[in-house]
């Protein structure tokens, strides 16, 4: 496999973690919804915590995305 | 004039079909796998600055235990009645079952699976979700059955000698 296709190969395996990073951003968004519902302040607190770990995640995986 | 075999040929790589039917469109700028990519890091980026809000949201919201007050005379509920209030602010329902003739307790109206409301069922001596069918004990509202797993949030009461049924606060 040529350098080029393993460097596209590569870059959509970022993309893909990207994407499915926002979609764990949407499932704790709901989790946070019912945490406020439900005045549950620990579980809102560590809704928030792994939702920013998982933000700096995905922002870290777009550093390794080639221009 | 003799043509240089070596240079690469310039091929049109336009298909057929656009030949034939040329258009163009502001909207067809391409989008980049790396633009894709950021925006999506940045709803990411909207998504954990919303869940943050949320948190000091529910944080500040039950910093409010509530302040003393008079809910209602005690004589104006019947033993085995529930009456419904609202406390510790204007959008927060409450409810109170009067037990006995100076046994009165009060809860958080909102169910703590996912905030519906309870009602007192005296038959059954229970408060009960209809949602998703929780129950609460009615002296302590901790959980009988269903899917919540915290009892409901108590509102400490008293009779006073007035003959008024006062809110002290709220518990949890």
Partial sequence: ?67 | MTRDHSAPVAVSVTPRWQRDFPYQQASEEEVTRREFARYLVLGAGAMATANVGLAVWTQLRSINAGEPRPIVAVADVAVGDPYLFRYPGDSDPAILVRLGSNDVVAFSQKCTHLGCVVYFEPSEERWHCPCHEGNFEARTGAVISGPPTRPLGRIDVEVRDDGQIWALGRST
């Fill in chain 1, 1 to 67: 496999m040529s350098n080029s296709a393993r460097s596209r190969q590569s870059s959509s395996a970022v993309v893909l973690y990207v994407v499915i990073l926002v979609a764990f951003q949407v499932f704790l968004i709901t989790v946070a919804v019912e945490a406020y519902m439900t005045d549950a302040e620990p579980l809102a607190w560590a809704t928030a915590i792994i939702s920013v770990v998982v933000f700096a995640a995905a922002a870290t995986f777009l550093r390794f995305l080639r221009p």
